[in-house]
């Protein structure tokens, strides 16, 4: 990790005779723009080259670690900020925007001129949530792929080209959510207008990779899940909260609304793994009741095609399998953004066609909870070596959809019983007025980690769980 210490007063005036280019290009070996901060006000010298070359400093902290493919991204998610999501026109210019700049090849880097110091932070802060996300996807969903896919992949380690999908996945979901999760209280919008949009934001891709959107959503709704039904079951503050484990993660509002927090936090989320890891996320409070139109999963379904393809691809009717498509309908639904590595011509697509062969394109792409299992291998995510027999993927992908999932919700591991016995005792503990924050571990009867309460009354809650038979007696 570089960093710049203050420097004595020696090192001083040293520094004093360096060209005020060379200490920006030492300032642009920092890891991030947040560095600069100490480094200005460590020395004057740094603060004079940091103002000579300012935006060189800069790209060199963050766009330039950001590859030319992934920054189109970036940048949309940067500008889908600072617009207002319903102003239709503002927003039908952004994604026309990517998609000119996602389908064209080229070794130049967007422009940044325009660019504070702020944008930039923005840029690498989310860069780097990104990254660190795409990491934990690839582990757990290529662990999931091996137990239930009898299919290779090209190369043990992740490839660039698969590290960039799921990437390039990530940020296409949190630009959705920016462009179209409004909040619950926002003025009527027009559906009509609203519509087009949101049809150019899913047309830019094909469906095989519009389907690599459900991949990662699968993966962050399950880890936002998990943590959420472990807070809740183990943090004194949220045991008189409206939350029932019974709501499926798709329609509950609280789940749903933390999935719109942005790539940061979910990376905080995924990166978390014990109590206070989780209890300490900076994003993890009360979140608006968001309403269904708005949230991430409904917004999903959009990605099915209207029914005016049926016209332009010359079927019969909307029923038409994808089986019965011939090789130029087929690479119609192909789209300049997607990439050569999600060509018509990879095998990628050819798993995508044969888990969905014997479906209409419209049928496809519907977030049915049957692919679910398919998600959780992130089947449209990987290179995948030749295929002993194509024939064959249509049965392979049936028998991972009719398989019990692998995965499962933090809820799901604890019994009824326990359940009902949780919300007895932390309602007494609530009553006791425990407000402060604790850790209740939920299936033995320790008070230790909860706080607010004297020792006399864990004596008198100990003593009445053991009468009602809640507790064992010690």
Sequence with gaps: MATITPASSGHSCFLLKVPLHVIAGILGELDTVRQ??????????????LKQNFHSIARSITVAKIPLEILPFAIALLESTQIDPTDYEAVQGLITRLATASSTSTD????????????YDFLGQNYAAAESLAGKIAVGAIETMTMSLPLLRKSPEVTPEENYRIVRALFRYQLMCNLFCLDWEAEEVNEELKDIPRYLFFNMFSPWVNEQLMCVYAYLERKVGYALDYLVAHDEQWARCPITWDEEPDVCPYIQSFLCRGLPFLSQVACATTYDERLRLPAWDWPPNVEWDFTPLRQLIYMVPEESLVQSLGLDDKDTPLESYSPAQLEQMARPSDGT???????????WLGAHTDTSIFESMWPDSTDRNLWDCGYVLWDYADFDDAKDLPVQCAEVRDRSSYLSRFRDTWRNEDIQRLWRLRDDIWRARAFQVGFWPGRSAGLGGVHGLS??????????????????ST
């Design 36 to 49: 600069l901060v100490p480094a200005i006000q460590s020395h004057s010298i740094f603060r004079d080259a």
């Design 108 to 119: 130049e880097p967007l422009p940044t001129a325009h660019l504070s110091l702020s944008d």
């Design 341 to 351: 590595q999600d060509s018509t011509a990879s095998n990628l697509f050819r798993l």
């Design 455 to 472: 020792e006399g009354t864990k004596k008198l809650l100990l003593r009445k769980w053991q009468e009602y038979g809640l507790v064992e």
